[in-house]
Structure formats: structure tokens, C-alpha cells
């Protein structure tokens, strides 16, 4: 028990950096935070603010309402210090070598039976580039969703992202890592579920990305996969075509289809969601 709880504080204490800026809300329990890297090539501040409508059938049919904000800082790695000495990344790649970003939205639901309820999530990640096609990230991340009984869930972790694809229209990247989760759910008393627990999980992605000549249209389909490393039929997986139009010079109309799936969720909840969203973005 004094274990569980001291992962549980060290977990909590990287992923509140998430929640003490901002919160964040995602159809299900898995965020995909691939369409959210667009821009990550521009040193300095940057950001996108977004506004929702959405229509969900799974464990509820309801609409929702919501908007979000995505801040992102990126750097270049310092020059060499010796006389003499060559940066092996000069000649590979242009981009900054530190990117730190914040996803932060907000949902409001109204649910078949009237009932208002929220849903909300925090993600914050730094990414460190090693080369045009390694890097290394660490993240934390907070959130609650009334839909499927999670009253609490705070994770922690990091992994490597590679590249397979680079070229002019099309990107491919893989990533592969590791993540400590403790979830708290709201559930009756007289359900077998335990309210606590914590877990070691992969987290493993593959992500498509497509640009058009004009770069007006962008399309994004990833795929995420999460199972327990000590019970890998307890696992989480996520598939998201996310389709955007640019309308204006900082404004585009988003457009994405999420299907999520969980093998074991609490008694009560079903073990698919679909999401179909669309949004307005504005891009500073």
C-alpha cells in the first residue's frame, strides 16, 4: 500500500504541471496528441485555439460543446562550445531541438436524460530532438470523464518517436514508450470494480500525415495502442483521422472521426466509443 501511494505522488506531481495551467477534454480515456504537433518546425511561441461541436454515440448519444487552447514553445539546441567542433545535426535538420507544448480544452455535455456533465484533460510533453529522425519525450497528463465513470486519472511516462517517412507532402513516425497510470473511478457500492488502481502500460502509435501541394488541406490519421505489461489483454486502443481545411490564413475548419476501445471498462460502460467532431481553428 505505502508503494501504491508514493508512485501515486510521484505520477501526480509531473501530470498537475498539466492541470495547474490548464484542463483538457478528450472523447475517451486516450489523447492523441499527433494532430497537435502542427507548427512544431517554427522557433518560439506559438498556439492554435479551438471551438467544438460534436456528436457521440457509445456509452451515450449527446452533443457537445467546447473550445481549447494549444500552447507551444520550441528552441534551437545551443552552438557548439569548442573551437573546431562540428554539430553532426547542422547539415541533417533546421529544426529547433526542444519543443514543449500544452493541450489544454474543456467540454460541456448535455446526455440523453438532460443531465449537464463535464469531461476534462491536461497534457503537457516535451520533446527533445536527437537527429532529422530520432527524438525522445516525456509527458504528464491529467483528467476526468463523467461518461465512463473516471473520476480521476493521472499518468506519467516517456518514449522515443522515429521517423520512416519524410518527404515533401507525406510523413510517417512510429513512437514506442512506457507510462505509469493510477485511475480513481465513481462507482456505485454495489459494483465488483476496484475504485483505485495503478498500472504499467505501453504506449505505441503509428501516425500518417499527408499535406497537399497548396498546404490548405491536412490530413491525419493515427493509430495508438496501450496495453498492460503485466496483463496485455487489458489494453486501450485509439483511431483518429483528423481532416483540415484551411479557410483563411490563420483560420481552418477541423474535421475528426474517433473511435475508441477499451477491452475492460468498468462494469456499466461499453467498450467502444465514436466521436465525429468538428471544429473551428484559429492559429497564432
Not at 50 to 62: F, H, I, K, M, W
Not at 112 to 132: E, V
Not at 159 to 181: I, P, W
Request: charged letters at 25%.
Amino acid at each position: 500500500m505505502e508503494r501504491f501511494r508514493g508512485h501515486g505522488r510521484a505520477v501526480r506531481a509531473l501530470a498537475a504541471l498539466a492541470l495547474a495551467t490548464a484542463l483538457a477534454a478528450p472523447a475517451a480515456a486516450q489523447v492523441n496528441t499527433e494532430k497537435m504537433r502542427v507548427g512544431a518546425n517554427e522557433p518560439g511561441w506559438g498556439g492554435t485555439f479551438d471551438v467544438n461541436a460534436s456528436l457521440q454515440q457509445g456509452n451515450t448519444e449527446r452533443e457537445i460543446l467546447g473550445a481549447g487552447v494549444r500552447l507551444q514553445y520550441a528552441w534551437p539546441r545551443p552552438e557548439s562550445g569548442a573551437a573546431g567542433e562540428v554539430d553532426s545535426h547542422d547539415d541533417e535538420t533546421e529544426d529547433p531541438a526542444n519543443v514543449i507544448f500544452l493541450v489544454s480544452n474543456y467540454f460541456f455535455s448535455r446526455a440523453n436524460d438532460n443531465r449537464y456533465i463535464n469531461n476534462a484533460q491536461g497534457h503537457l510533453r516535451f520533446i527533445r530532438q536527437h537527429g532529422p529522425r530520432v527524438s525522445f519525450e516525456v509527458f504528464g497528463q491529467y483528467q476526468f470523464n463523467e461518461f465512463i465513470r473516471l473520476e480521476d486519472r493521472v499518468l506519467a511516462g516517456g518514449g522515443g518517436r522515429f521517423a520512416l517517412v519524410q518527404a515533401e507532402r507525406t510523413e510517417v513516425f512510429v513512437g514506442a514508450g512506457y507510462l505509469l497510470e493510477q485511475e480513481t473511478l465513481d462507482l456505485p457500492a454495489n459494483l465488483p470494480d476496484a475504485r483505485s488502481s495503478e498500472h504499467h502500460r505501453s504506449t505505441n502509435y503509428l501516425t500518417v500525415r499527408y499535406n497537399s501541394e497548396d498546404e490548405r488541406l491536412r490530413l491525419v490519421q493515427t493509430l495508438y495502442a496501450q496495453p498492460r505489461l503485466d496483463r496485455p489483454q487489458d489494453f486501450r486502443l485509439l483511431s483518429e483521422t483528423s481532416f483540415e481545411i484551411q479557410l483563411f490564413r490563420q483560420l481552418a475548419l477541423a474535421i475528426s472521426l474517433n473511435v475508441a476501445h477499451d477491452s475492460e471498462p468498468p462494469t456499466g460502460v461499453k467498450e467502444t466509443d465514436v466521436v465525429l467532431a468538428n471544429s473551428l481553428r484559429y492559429t497564432f
